[in-house]
């Protein structure tokens, strides 16, 4: 029980330490590369090999993870080498090697987010094991908000914010790491007896027609959701000229309104049905898009963000109850890894084309106009790919 109680302990400080890590430098790493230089397709880019890594290699990770067995020294050695990844990038001063060290950064830090939430299933007994998650959940999107608060406070007094960012981001991901040296291996559980094969699993989607139906709905919105992304770090950094605070302030909003509705609001959506505040929440979001687009000012950001904050939350819980309620126990891991996967790629495959779309009508038509124009087919796209979600079965 002692040994439980103590890694338990280990678990609250490595989210803890790694939220203080990721709020001084996520809200900061895109804008950094515009602020550098970057071309509109090296924007685009670096947002495309992001979520690659945070979506369509996590399954790999964890698929590695289970064959192996092992999970601490991953997530150690994971967490080391992308945390000492900071000292290079914060010293470059050239775009395409920031965004090249960013992008191994992104593929190196993704192996431990899949095997990091196993543990937890593998450490904590069943009887606390929701009120632990709950705890870790929390006070990791405390720890984000604070950090990033403090980094913006520190950078009005004439530091440099992006580099103090990175710093504490690499000095927090260091400790994180630590927490986990000589920490044991939990019991290696039993591995099924049949292999799972890449025929078997799409050939079981395929005949799965629910499933199938929100997989192509949701991955072709996730396509034009993300050709926003590289926009709207270029519309930040080159249309509104936002400081550094302003930029943090934009990510509190966001994270404070997001705990907020994680606490209050999931009766709301739940009282909607999966299915239509999947929609709804989807929908909402071309908003964001619409205002990057026509109202460029801090306000008129902050006003959205709120917005985007809360239908992020909706879906995040939506999405939850509808993959709950299609698939069955037996089939639910395999269906929520393939999913994030083709999510992976359909946020990559649109990253990528809404920086090379930008960089391509900005030759002859202006910055400005060129971000208006992706800005706004990105904004058709949500509402009605959004919308379109209301036909999948209730």
């Not at 400080?13 to 090296?42: C, D, E, H, K, N």
């Not at 994180?176 to 040296?181: D, E, V």
Request: glycine fraction near 8%.
């Amino acid at each position: 029980m002692d040994v439980e109680v103590g890694q338990i302990k280990r678990l609250y400080a490595r989210s803890v330490l790694s939220s203080l890590s990721s709020g001084a430098s996520q809200p900061f790493i895109a804008v950094y590369a515009a602020v550098l230089g970057a071309s509109s397709s090296q924007v685009g880019f670096l947002h495309a090999v992001n979520n690659l890594a945070a979506n369509a290699l996590q399954p790999v990770w964890g698929f590695l993870s289970d064959k192996k067995g092992s999970r601490v020294k991953p997530i150690f050695y994971s967490t080391l080498i992308s945390s000492l990844l900071w000292v290079p990038i914060i010293l470059v001063g050239e775009p395409a090697v920031y965004i090249a060290l960013v992008g191994v950064q992104f593929i190196v830090a993704s192996v431990s987010a899949p095997l990091y939430t196993a543990l937890i299933g593998e450490i904590v007994p069943l009887a606390v094991r929701s009120m632990v998650t709950a705890t870790i959940n929390f006070w990791g999107q405390v720890g984000s908000i604070i950090s990033t608060l403090a980094v913006g406070i520190v950078s009005l007094v004439g530091l440099p914010g992006y580099q103090l960012g990175f710093s504490v981001a690499a000095v927090a991901g260091i400790l994180s790491a630590l927490t986990f040296l000589k920490m044991r291996e939990p019991p290696k559980h039993k591995m099924m007896g049949g292999e799972l094969t890449i025929t078997y699993v799409a050939q079981h989607i395929i005949n799965s027609r629910h499933f199938l139906k929100f997989t192509i709905i949701s991955n072709i919105y996730g396509f034009y959701m993300s050709i926003a992304w590289p926009c709207f770090t270029l519309t930040m950094t080159r249309i509104a000229n936002l400081s550094f605070f302003e930029i943090a302030l934009l990510s509190i909003v966001s994270g404070v309104v997001g705990l907020v509705f994680s606490s209050v609001g999931r009766g709301v959506f739940e009282s909607l049905g999966d299915v239509r505040s999947l929609a709804y929440c989807r929908a909402a979001l071309a908003l964001l898009a619409t205002v990057y687009a026509f109202l460029p000012t801090f306000w008129a950001f902050a006003l959205a963000n709120i917005v985007a904050g809360a239908a992020n939350v909706g879906i995040s819980i939506s999405l939850l109850l509808y993959i709950t309620r299609i698939t069955s126990v037996e089939d639910r891991g395999t269906f929520t890894a393939v999913y994030n996967l083709l999510q992976g790629v359909s946020f990559f495959f649109g990253s990528l084309v809404g920086g090379q779309l930008v960089q391509q009508l900005e030759q002859n038509l202006g910055l400005e106009n060129a971000l208006r124009i992706v800005l706004t087919i990105s904004a058709i796209g949500r509402l009605v790919f959004g919308l379109l979600h209301t036909q999948l079965p209730k």
